[in-house]
């Protein structure tokens, strides 16, 4: 009896020594998977914008997990622009190893999320002034003729 008591308190331990790590994973790969269909909804509702009429318009929410933030960014380098808010996600200054990848590949979505970091470019989209959503919040998308703008 008091061997199996011990085997069954090593088993137990064994599982949770190693299950906790690929329980986390699962959470990762879900949080990840948000954050993915986020930049695909958007992709398409700036499709659809694009297909409208010159300054036609549409409020898009996006949600995302807690651990993860997406980030709206000029490619072109003029100038970070920043808006006068003094709400800290709408004035995202990236770090400057990232803002030369961002400037290098043309991306206008920088992403962080629990696997990683990275850019996406999203066509016929341009960024006024950087800045970030972290959980949810409402973007405004603007058809400018040959470009949709985003904002806040």
């Known amino acids: 009896m008091v061997f199996a008591l011990i085997f ?7 599982v949770l020594v190693f299950g906790l790590g690929q329980m986390g994973s699962l959470f990762c790969m879900s949080s990840d998977a ?11 509702v700036a499709s659809e914008v694009y297909n409208l009429a010159e300054g036609s ?39 400057p190893v990232y803002e030369s990848i961002i400037q290098e590949k043309g991306y206008n979505i920088w992403y962080e999320m629990c696997s990683g970091k990275g850019g996406k470019t999203l066509s016929y989209v341009k960024v ?14 603007e058809n400018k003729g040959l470009w949709v703008e985003i904002s806040v």
Not at 34 to 44: I, N, P, R, S, W
């Open 8 to 14: 069954t308190v090593i088993v137990i331990g064994l």
């Open 34 to 44: 948000q954050v993915g269909k986020a930049m695909t909804d958007l992709e398409t």
């Open 57 to 95: 318009s549409r409020v898009f929410r996006i949600s995302l997990p807690g651990d993860s933030k997406l980030c709206f960014v000029d490619p072109e380098g003029t100038g970070i622009q920043l808006y006068t808010a003094a709400d800290s996600w709408k004035n995202w200054v990236p770090d």
């Open 128 to 141: 006024p002034k950087n800045f970030c959503v972290i959980g949810g919040k409402s973007i405004y998308l």
